[in-house]
């Protein structure tokens, strides 16, 4: 039988075993990073030495980078209060806080007059396009760009930007919000003046070690051009879906993707169907962003695209990686042919 293969990466990608071995030293650290003993400084250190080297895989500088636990709280420290823009291709943590009005066209560009009253992803969760973005941003979502995509803070032209951990390998409980020096900023966690008093609270210790040590690696990664790898991969994967079922849509294609990235309708198969049917033949895919409860609805980032809510509900993103490999997305091209068929079949 052969093994499962998990497509999902864009939910949450592996831990990397970097970030296991940093985490797992992490624990052997008892001081509480705030305390000036010697226990106290340690911890500090360890997070001091994270802070730098995820500072140093965004393009940005250390005083820059406030630990949270995720980008949604990231997302709540940017924007909660503020009254920014967005568009309804967002992620459903920036969606909450902002007026969703921004218009969107056919290949997933957002349309923004005051970028300094705007909102954007720098690439979309779904359908992997990567915006153009403006110059003067109040936020930016790198969560899915950061360690898929070279990036740098400092040329991003935003005064905020989102990131997590465990979209590159990281652990999952832990992001950042980084703020470009000299950013008003109003903090929303008080007490006892952790991250430079910009959020409260005892940090994460373990989970900002790994989360150094996968941003670390990941931009190692990327230096190694493994992700133009992972382009190929998946490049290989929809020509042969595309062989298989000739009707499929791949939704922006021809548009700069993320490397790792296919979102695929086939119409009147159900996405949710689709998701538990491969399921069962032993792939992970999903059928939109994870971050729904495990609800599964037509998508609205499709919707804002122009594609109707028929097609938006048969809808799935099949998101890979660096340990994906040619064999297992030719095996689900194979498994996924074979299921359309015979959905066909019986829908005849």
């Not at 005083?63 to 709540?76: I, L, N, Q, R």
């Not at 209060?81 to 560009?109: S, Y």
């Not at 900002?208 to 493994?226: P, Q, S, V």
């Not at 119409?267 to 939109?288: C, H, N, P, R, Y």
């Amino acid at each position: 039988m052969n093994a499962r293969v998990y497509l999902d990466w864009n939910a949450t990608a592996p831990l990397r075993s970097d970030a296991r071995a940093a985490m797992a030293a992490a624990m052997d650290e008892i001081g509480n990073p705030s305390s000036v003993h010697a226990e106290g400084r340690a911890a500090k250190a360890l997070i001091e030495r994270a802070r730098a080297d995820v500072a140093a895989a965004f393009g940005a500088d250390g005083a820059d980078v406030v630990f949270t636990s995720g980008a949604t709280e990231a997302a709540a420290l940017a924007l909660a209060g503020r009254g920014l823009h967005c568009a309804a291709i967002e992620h459903d943590a920036v969606t909450a806080w902002c007026n969703v009005d921004l218009p969107v066209d056919g290949h997933g560009q957002v349309s923004v007059d005051a970028p300094e009253n705007a909102a954007l992803q720098l690439a979309n969760s779904e359908s992997g396009v990567v915006q153009d973005l403006p110059e003067g941003l109040a936020v930016c979502d790198a969560t899915q760009a950061f360690g898929k995509l070279p990036v740098a803070f400092n040329w991003l032209g935003a005064d905020m930007a989102l990131i997590s951990a465990h979209k590159l390998g990281g652990p999952k409980g832990v992001g950042a919000l980084v703020l470009r020096q000299g950013t008003d900023f109003e903090p929303r966690i008080r007490g006892g003046g952790q991250e430079m008093g910009r959020r409260s609270g005892t940090e994460n210790l373990i989970g900002i070690a790994g989360f150094g040590a996968a941003a670390k690696a990941a931009a190692h990664d990327l230096a190694n051009g493994i992700f133009d790898q992972v382009a190929e991969t998946r490049d290989l994967m929809e020509a042969a879906i595309a062989d298989a079922v000739p009707g499929a849509i791949f939704v922006g294609q021809g548009s700069q993707r993320l490397p790792n990235t296919s979102c695929i309708v086939s119409a009147g198969w159900k996405g949710e169907t689709q998701v538990m049917q491969m399921d069962l033949a032993g792939f992970a895919i999903s059928a939109g962003s994870a971050c729904s409860s495990g609800k599964v609805r037509a998508s609205r980032v499709l919707q804002a695209m122009g594609y109707d809510a028929a097609a938006s509900g048969c809808a799935v993103r099949i998101s890979i990686g660096p340990g994906t490999t040619n064999e297992e997305v030719l095996r689900f091209a194979d498994a996924w042919g074979l299921a359309f068929r015979k959905f066909r079949a019986r829908a005849a």
